[in-house]
């Protein structure tokens, strides 16, 4: 006996899309805007879904025989005026077959169809998209997000390069194939944390080709670099919680250099990789389908009263209804005597702790290079500088291109035991550290240590020397993000580091008031 029968009608942007899922796929059917020239238009995109939408769920409908048992619809995020025509389609139908109706998040969407196919129960999920860039774990009933874009999405970057170059949209799948014949050259890495930024590499690419750099040069190392920043943050993740299991989602997904990459960083830590199909990957009514099912068997119904679209409708706002597990942090298993970060292993079977960084399969040699030999002489430069500044830290014993050789500290991640206490503790020592003129790069629990009543930082590699109120203002915003996402009690918690942090920084209140204005910022742009 089949499931609740749901047909899902996805318009967020260029695609518009109809397909039923009961307890599989029962049809799929799109129509993809295309504009005539540069990117989408919102308005002639919502024209074209109005002009479309009655075709394109006539034919869904059909191959269902007309038997629906609700109606889901992407409501947000997305381009107000695509998001509207497919809402109206949706509360129309609704009615005329008085079935519930289920507003489905396009970005959560993403990431069930990726759990649906791959069979994958509690995975870090990047999401790669035109406008979004994201990792994502599950805790707590929500989909949190660890890390993502400051500035534009990863597809909208690939998308604007292209059309600077006269290259039709979307830019993604040409850019892909241009790379193949080409070879490296440095262009900017922009990695805070667990969060990223392209807008910089975008602008890098158009001056290098504007400098007679060959085409096919700069699509290949701009899809190594900022695929390269990608599967780093999530790593970062995997290290940071001790999952197993990857899934990659978003139209830029079907990307198969990222595929590889991704694959490449599980194989060499002994996680899974999987995913879905290009059927899946893109902007497609499947997606928002069976998410609605799951929502729609948990009970996740809206009036037609309350089915406003939300153009800005982060995935971490949804409460996730339908699933029951509350999402595992921080498995065991990890050594007492060696334990591997994101980018680097750590001895500790000798008298001083041993960082080792590694080299990651999944970057080109030269990007790999330049990265482990900069961020190991930073480190030690940042930490001295640190200590100099009444920052606890380790003490350094010596220095090789890969290696630091350090002081070990016997205490407690703070990320298995951090209380409000101990965020307090932390303020005061992030305090200490902007005071001295430096920023960390990469403020998770994870590099915190409480010892001696103090809470000790490590790992400086993303750390620099400077006074900028943004990079400190981004320094907070990253623990702010693995506070909300891996704690049950974010606001007490960052109330208290926030209470440490004026107490030693004279300028708290600006850096504060700046990573507020981060956080706000849009994401789908």
């Known amino acids: 006996m089949p499931g609740k029968r749901v047909l899902g009608i996805e318009g967020t942007a260029w695609n518009f899309s109809a397909a039923v899922f009961d307890d599989d796929l029962v049809c799929l059917h799109s129509s993809p805007y295309s504009p005539p020239s ?12 109005a002009a479309v939408a009655s075709d394109v769920v006539s034919k869904a409908l059909a191959d269902a025989n007309g038997k629906i048992d609700a109606v889901a619809f992407s409501i947000g995020p997305g381009l107000g005026p695509s998001l509207r025509t497919a809402a109206t389609t949706a509360r129309t139908l609704a009615l005329k077959y008085d079935v519930p109706l289920i507003g489905v998040n396009h970005c959560v969407a993403h990431v069930e169809i990726g759990r649906w196919y791959t069979k994958f129960e509690d995975p870090i999920v990047l999401y790669a998209s035109g406008a979004n860039t ?31 170059h006269n290259l039709p949209h979307p830019g993604g799948p040409l850019i892909e194939q241009l790379a193949k014949n080409g070879s490296y050259i440095p262009l900017p890495y922009t990695v805070k944390g667990m969060d990223l930024a392209f807008s910089g590499l975008m602008s890098a690419a158009k001056d290098a080709t504007a400098r007679g750099a060959r085409m096919e040069d700069v699509c290949h190392s701009f899809q190594e670099t900022a695929f ?3 599967v780093e943050v999530t ?11 990857v899934i990659l989602v978003g139209g830029v997904g079907a990307n198969m250099r990222l595929q590889e990459m991704l694959r490449i960083m599980c194989e060499e830590r002994g996680a899974r990789f999987m995913a879905p199909p290009r059927t899946y990957m893109g902007d497609n009514g499947a997606m928002i389908a069976y998410t609605g099912k799951v929502m729609l068997e948990a009970g996740s119904t809206i009036s037609v009263a309350d089915s406003v679209v939300n153009p800005h409708y982060r995935s971490d706002q949804v409460e996730v209804t339908w699933r029951a597990d509350a999402g595992e942090l921080f498995a065991p298993g990890q050594s007492e005597t060696a334990e591997r970060g994101a980018e680097a292993a750590v001895d500790l079977t000798g008298v001083d702790a041993v960082k080792t960084r590694l080299s990651k399969g999944y970057r080109t040699p030269a990007l790999d290079r330049h990265l482990i030999t900069e961020r190991t002489r930073a480190e030690a430069r940042c930490i001295a500088a640190a200590r100099r500044g009444g920052v606890p830290t380790p003490i350094i014993r010596d220095v090789t291109e890969t290696s630091i050789i350090m002081e070990k500290l016997e205490g407690d991640v703070l990320k298995y035991v951090i209380t409000p206490d101990y965020a307090h503790a932390a303020g005061k020592t992030v305090g200490r550290l902007h005071q001295a003129g430096l920023v960390h790069g990469d403020l998770t629990t994870s590099n915190m240590i409480w010892k001696d009543s103090r809470v000790y930082l490590l790992d400086f590699g993303l750390a620099q020397m400077t006074e900028e109120i943004e990079p400190r203002g981004v320094d907070l915003h990253v623990l702010f993000q693995t506070l909300e996402s891996t704690t049950e009690n974010p606001e007490i ?3 208290a580091f926030a209470e ?7 300028g708290a209140d600006a850096v504060l008031a700046r990573e507020h204005e981060i956080e706000l910022r849009g994401r789908y742009l």
């Open 38 to 49: 540069g990117g989408i238009h919102p308005r002639e995109a919502a024209q074209h879904h």
């Open 493 to 495: 918690l960052r109330a």
């Open 228 to 230: 390269a920043m990608c």
């Open 235 to 245: 790593e970062r993740a995997l290290a940071h919680t001790g999952k197993d299991e």
């Open 134 to 164: 994201q990792v994502l774990g599950f805790l707590n009933g929500r989909y949190r997000i660890f890390g993502e874009t400051l500035d534009i999405g990863l597809g909208n970057a690939l998308d604007k390069f292209a059309r600077s």
């Open 500 to 506: 440490g942090y004026r107490a030693a920084f004279a």
